[in-house]
């Protein structure tokens, strides 16, 4: 057992204690962070006069020597090790002996670990944010692709409306988007350096925090040493983003298991997306979309454990806060893994751009154009509902839609509808005659997609 902290004790740790106390199986994937950290650490020591430079050289060549052998896996990240700070701190001392003691001058792994995670955090912010760019690429692709592709829009899962494929993916485009800028600003938020708060209260060696903070890339260093080491705020927000990430990728996972279904067919996912059953061979299943829906709960369970951990603990540092890594680990790799894959399904599934215009056809989607036709010849909306209303009835009754009705049984219920009625409730009027902007007409599209492809260059 490789500990820091012998001096005070007098027997060794029970080994059930020992293992449930160790966090080096799932705090590893910190190393990078935490050597780069130490760096930036000795760098600033010795430009402050606290050790010699020539040691802080010393201890800098043998750290990077260490993350090569971590890397090459000549360490081995065992729980011979308490922790990513123990097992570095121990193999720097096996390395150059007594000038790697020197290393913790000043420092707290209290500091250390919030630093670590803090810039993992900051690195993770920026790979959704790249995989949520790929994904907003591809939706724009197949917007600009379908922006006449018509199918009916729903509301309570009941065809309501007409619309476009390219006004669908938008509504999604839009939500990737605020997650994108929710990203953007979490890392302003979150871009304070944690180190040289020391255990809780800072140190009494003359370091310079502003000096580390930029060796790390921060904006500058946190300004409360307790709330420098207690701090998951940053954290939380991020698995509240991820959260939001999955809310939206399983919204429209069960939109494209619906599309897939025998029933509605609008589309078809790629073999190399789709899985097969071993039982019934004519089965082809929407499987990544399904696993995508599944595991938005295991992301949401990160972000409420993170938040129960957190509300009961007082300052500063407490042993709970250990509990912020696994869980967050698993919600950023998986958030990450869906993101990549449900893009792949996106990007190769194919349209079936018939059954999506008959769907909208039926469905009595242009009712409401109906009563905007008599609206235009001067009934009121109230009626103009209401003999809509009849007439999607007799339509029932004849078991056909609105489009196929003749004209006597349209005058029927009103003597202002005239032969041009046809022209004014086709599938192509009911779109293209929705020109505000956001609404579904190519026209608007455009001017929207226009904005899209800006904001996509930026
Ligand atoms: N493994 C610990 C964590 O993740 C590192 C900090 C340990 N600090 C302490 N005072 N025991 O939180």
Redesign the pocket.
Known sequence: MAQLWGGRFQKQTDKAAYEFNA?IRF?KRLYRQDIRGSIAHVTMLAKQGIIAVAEKDQIITALKGICEDIEKSVIVADEKY????SLVEANLIERIGDVGKKLHTGR???D??ALD?RMYVRDEVDEVSGLLTKLLTTILRIMEENTDTYMPGFTHLQKAQPVTLAHHFGAYFEMFRRDNDRLKDIKMRMNQCPLGAG?LAGTTYDLDREYTAKLLDFDGPGLNSMDCVSDRDYLIEFLGALSLIMMHLSRFSEEIIIWNSNEYRFIEIDDGFSTGSSIMPQKKNPDIAELVRGKTGRVYGALMALLTTMKGIPLA?N?D??E??ELSFDAMDNTKACLLLFEGMLSTMTFNKDNMRKSAMGGFTNATDVADYLVRKGVPFRDAHSISGRLVITCIEKGICLDELSLDEYKKESECFEDDIYEAISLETCVNKRQTLGAPSPDSMKKVMERYREYLKA
């Open positions: 966090s705090d308490e922790d990513i700070h707290s792994r209290n250390q670990v995670m255990a540092y042993k806060m250990q912020d890594k």
